[in-house]
């Protein structure tokens, strides 16, 4: 296991289509979080798993995004009707949480992120 | 609420120079901060973390409650110390500032 992975790097549709992208997280990572950036902005949260359940949904994840890990292993993120907006990259990042005085002592470990761009 | 912020867009210091990128952050319980560096062209990788004190490349952060601040620091700056660093609070999840750009001038 080499870190997370993330696929496609790049994603270049045009406005109205859906994507979708995926995450691999590392194995022993219950937790998976996707994120958004755009040029000159930190990330910003949009959501994340424990196992295969949805714990937080971002106030920014439109009606639009949504995002599944059925298995609590890997994730995809789809966008359906994407607009100009939505370009941007789309970063995954996974942790370990385990009990409560357990807690991942290196943060999170991050993908090289899928850029999108609407065109 | 969560909130971290970075007042600095952009830092530009001299090879040999000190360093410090500033951190201020909000959280109304114990916060848990963490520096994240981005290289050109590489993906986001944690640098430091408060908990281990520790010193990573040179650089070392000290969290001050009183100020609620988490600056990064390094006595001399190095060329390839020139990246984007993030400063970040986790709670549920992680909260990022929007960065600061380091270029180290040689």
């Known amino acids: 296991d080499t870190g997370v992975s993330q696929d496609p790097r790049h994603k270049i549709t045009k406005r109205g289509q859906n994507v979708t992208f995926r995450c691999d997280p590392i194995s022993e990572h219950n937790r998976l979080y996707w994120y958004r950036q755009t040029l000159g902005q930190g990330p910003e949260f949009l959501t994340y798993?424990?196992?295969?359940?949805?714990?937080?949904k971002s106030r920014l994840l439109s009606d639009r995004f949504s995002a599944e890990r059925p298995k609590g292993s890997f994730s995809t993120l789809e966008i359906q009707r994407t607009e100009q907006g939505d370009s941007a990259m789309y970063l995954c990042a996974s942790s370990r949480r385990g009990g409560a005085a357990y807690r991942s002592p290196w943060g999170y470990t991050f993908g090289s992120g899928t850029r999108l761009t609407v065109v | 609420a969560q909130r971290v912020t970075q007042p600095e867009k952009l830092l530009s210091v001299f090879k040999g120079a000190p360093v410090e990128l500033k951190c201020n952050y909000s959280y109304s319980g114990s916060p848990e901060l963490f520096w994240y560096v981005q290289y050109s062209r590489q993906r986001l990788q944690l640098l430091l973390r408060?908990?281990s004190r520790e010193s990573i490349k040179g650089f070392t952060a000290d969290l001050n409650k009183g100020e609620t601040s988490f600056h990064l620091k390094k006595p001399f700056a190095q060329e390839e110390d020139s990246a984007m660093y993030y400063c970040a609070l986790r709670a549920q999840k992680l909260v990022f500032g929007q960065g600061t750009r380091l270029t180290i001038n040689p």
């Open positions: 408060h908990i």
């Open positions: 798993f424990q196992n295969e359940a949805q714990l937080e």
